[in-house]
């Protein structure tokens, strides 16, 4: 048997390829929907992939599965449980998709996996106990846990209504993983734990860094996991809905996408080299967007209007937080021809309409006139703007663990990845002292809030430099 862990660092997510090193038969399970890495990686090993799987519908990225499935040759393994609102429209009646059940059986060459219901995060969700019956075994190696049990966490239930908007599922929600949870209690120790995501994703609080883990391991010390085996169902419901990250806007399409069925690609958009005029010409066009690449004090000091700040280490944070589906985008990078993983990431989060790249030294040259710049403050100054009798908003963008620990006074708190779901509680006018803890997210939400036609004032300076007299 071969298994290859595949990490996407962006946006914290594991796809799993298994093969059978007898017959030459591989699987993916959740891949992302840039599929090329899954062919080239069973490439690498001799292996053909002639089928996938998922664990559930994703609500953070776009599934490879649909565009896997494409390909007659690829058998597809999804959900039928959950019930009739839970189901993979764009699977129904194709002659190459098998709809699974609980304790269902499919093999790929020698190795075996069996379907678990383990509802909680959604209805529909499975886990997978791998049996590698080539190798000799008669018991699972492995539980492939998607979003159920993380390396010290276990999945979310409240993203249905965080992000999607579906009220009144997340109690209910709490309830179905404690006991799917307390339903595994029995699963061998040795039996390793690979899960759909890592430290990073919004998909839990407290999500480990490590890549895996044993099952044995987690009951000793994940306290999520704990909590459902020696705790009561109401104890656990407390205790999974406290604390979790604010989603960003993307996650509340990505649902409907898998869903129905996003559309395949066939290969990656090649966005082309764009010259300056092509694009400061369309620059007044609502859903037109620039992604601005370019370090923090380059952006604030002049960019292109209708930019929106993606740096690098942040890009599909800021990118899946701000953007529409309906945005037409150009990426601002320092080497046009190096813009294929940002293409990638993108495309990832259901953003398929990449019309063309722009060179940074372009932006850097354009003349004044197409260009907005950002103010820029440090939090010692902020006592003098609110003293000058201008009426400022003062709207912090960072976490709600971030904010309760500590604040300024009067300030409004929206995490910034809720902030284009929520833009209608913004005070209706006025300028926006915008802050955060480092002045990234600041930096970022100023883009979104200027493109809106807002005026803001960015608050590039950390936190810690707040003076006391401003603080709550």
């Known amino acids: 048997m071969f298994l290859r862990q595949i990490f996407d660092p962006h946006l914290s997510q594991y796809a799993y390829l298994i093969g059978c090193q007898k017959t030459g038969e591989a699987i993916v399970i959740d891949p992302e929907r840039d599929i090329d890495r899954y062919r080239a990686a069973a490439a690498e090993e001799g292996l053909r992939l002639t089928a996938v799987a998922e664990t559930h519908i994703h609500a953070d990225?776009?599934?490879?599965?649909?565009?896997?499935?494409?390909?007659?040759?690829l058998h597809v393994y999804v959900s039928a449980e959950g019930g009739p609102d839970w189901q993979s429209e764009w699977a129904r009646g194709h002659a190459n998709v098998t709809l699974l059940h609980d304790g269902d059986i499919f093999k790929i060459g020698n190795i075996q996996f069996q379907t678990l219901h383990t509802p909680g995060h959604t209805p529909e969700h499975l886990a997978y106990l791998v049996t590698d019956i080539g190798g000799g075994a008669d018991e699972p190696v492995a539980l492939l846990t998607g979003d159920f049990i993380f390396v010290g966490d276990v999945g979310r239930p409240d993203l249905l209504e965080q992000a999607a908007g579906l009220m009144g599922t997340q109690e209910a929600g709490a309830r179905q993983l404690y006991a799917s949870l307390r339903r595994v209690a029995n699963l061998p120790c040795h039996l390793q734990v690979l899960p759909a995501h890592g430290a990073g994703s919004a998909c839990g609080k407290a999500l480990g860094s490590v890549p895996l883990s044993t099952f044995g391991y987690e009951v000793k010390f994940n306290p999520a996991l704990k909590l459902a085996m020696n705790g009561t169902e109401a104890e656990f419901v407390k205790f999974i809905l406290s604390g979790q990250p604010?989603?960003?806007?993307?996650?509340?399409?990505?649902?409907?996408?898998?869903?129905?069925?996003?559309?395949?690609?066939?290969?990656?958009?090649?966005?082309?080299?764009?010259?300056?005029?092509?694009?400061?010409?369309?620059?007044?066009?609502?859903?037109?967007?620039?992604?601005?690449?370019?370090?923090?004090?380059?952006?604030?000091?002049?960019?292109?209007?209708?930019?929106?700040?993606?740096?690098?280490?942040?890009?599909?944070?800021?990118?899946?937080?701000?953007?529409?589906?309906?945005?037409?985008?150009?990426?601002?990078?320092?080497?046009?021809a190096e813009s294929e993983e940002y293409v990638r990431q993108l495309v990832r989060m259901g953003f398929d309409k990449i019309i063309g790249t722009l060179s940074a030294s372009a932006v850097d040259a354009a003349p004044a006139g197409s260009k907005t710049i950002t103010r820029s403050v440090a939090f010692p100054d902020v006592a003098a703007l609110l003293s000058n009798g201008t009426q400022y908003g003062l709207l912090d963008v960072r976490k709600a663990t971030e904010f309760?620990?500590?604040?300024?006074?009067?300030?409004?708190?929206?995490?910034?990845?809720?902030?284009?779901?929520?833009?209608?509680?913004?005070?209706?006018?006025?300028?926006?002292?915008?802050?955060?803890?480092s002045g990234l997210r600041a930096t970022g939400a100023c883009g979104f809030l200027a493109c809106q036609g807002r005026d803001v004032i960015c608050v590039a300076d950390k936190f810690d430099h707040a003076p006391q007299e401003l603080l709550a």
Do not use: W
Request: a neutral charge; hydrophobic letters at 40%.
């Open 61 to 73: 990225f776009v599934s490879g599965a649909r565009e896997l499935g494409a390909d007659p040759a």
């Open 404 to 437: 309760s620990a500590g604040h300024l006074r009067n300030a409004q708190n929206i995490a910034h990845t809720r902030l284009r779901p929520r833009f209608g509680e913004l005070p209706a006018d006025g300028p926006l002292i915008v802050s955060c803890q």
């Open 246 to 336: 604010e989603p960003p806007a993307y996650f509340a399409n990505m649902k409907r996408v898998n869903k129905v069925g996003p559309a395949v690609l066939g290969t990656l958009p090649q966005p082309r080299e764009l010259p300056l005029d092509e694009v400061t010409a369309r620059l007044g066009e609502k859903n037109f967007v620039v992604l601005d690449t370019r370090e923090r004090g380059s952006f604030l000091a002049g960019h292109l209007h209708r930019s929106l700040f993606t740096p690098p280490e942040k890009f599909a944070d800021f990118a899946g937080s701000y953007l529409s589906p309906e945005n037409e985008i150009v990426l601002v990078v320092d080497n046009p």
